[in-house]
């Protein structure tokens, strides 16, 4: 998805992506976040759960995650992976991120254009009706959330430790370093039981759903 941002310089977006503490002020769908360890310092793993649309269980995914600032463009990626640290729980159903990111684009100083990718997998066992319709939401409601969130970043940081940004100055960073013996073949990540869910009626998202918009 594309997307021309206004009122919104192409260097807030990133820090807007990549500062955990305000992502809790604008992500209204995040339970529970938090970084695990690095390999360099522009790549770090990390545990995210997600809010599912009552009555579906709640998703969560580990993923390894890079960033990097060209000046000209930016960029944000990330896929799944597999660290000893944090198998699957029972109380989400842990899904698959093959690849998601974006690429942020400078316009002029206060604009830029945002593309959006991803290819992901909610596993469990899902209607087909349910994996289309968050498929056509998801996109423009993350966009839609960006943007806001984007302009009242600065005010935001200017009030809550405003030179931490270690994904700009890497000093800051105090993630441990990955032990390679913590990654673990994804095949281990596939919960025993496959949660079935397809018994879900649209009627029962619907209102969920849009509440969210």
């Given amino acids: 998805m594309h997307s021309v941002l206004k009122g919104v310089s192409a260097s807030v977006l990133f820090d807007v992506l990549l500062d955990p503490d305000y992502r809790k ?7 529970e976040s938090y970084e695990i360890c690095c390999l360099n310092p522009n790549t770090d793993i990390g545990y995210y759960a997600l809010k599912a649309p009552k009555p ?4 969560d995914l580990v993923l390894i995650r ?16 597999n660290h000893r ?11 698959i991120s093959y690849i ?6 400078p316009l002029s100083q206060q604009s830029c254009e945002v593309t959006y990718i991803t290819q992901s997998d909610p596993k469990g066992k899902l209607p087909v009706w349910v994996v289309n319709k968050m498929t056509q939401l998801t996109a423009p409601m993350v966009m839609t959330r960006l943007a806001k969130a984007a302009k009242d970043y600065e005010s935001w940081k200017s009030k809550h430790n405003p030179c931490h940004k270690p994904w700009l100055f890497p000093e800051q960073m105090r993630l441990p370093r990955l032990k390679t013996t913590d990654i673990r073949p994804m095949q281990e990540t596939q919960q025993a039981e496959t949660i079935d869910e397809t018994d879900i009626m649209e009627d ?9 918009m």
């Fill in 100 to 105: 998601t990111g974006f690429v942020i684009m």
């Fill in 204 to 212: 029962d998202l619907q209102e969920d759903i849009v509440g969210e």
């Fill in 25 to 31: 002020k604008w992500d209204p769908y995040m339970v």
């Fill in 66 to 81: 890079s960033w990097l600032d060209r000046g000209t463009e930016y960029y944000v990626m990330n896929r799944s992976i």
């Fill in 56 to 59: 579906l269980k709640n998703r």
């Fill in 85 to 95: 640290s944090e198998p699957p729980r029972k109380t989400c159903i842990r899904a």
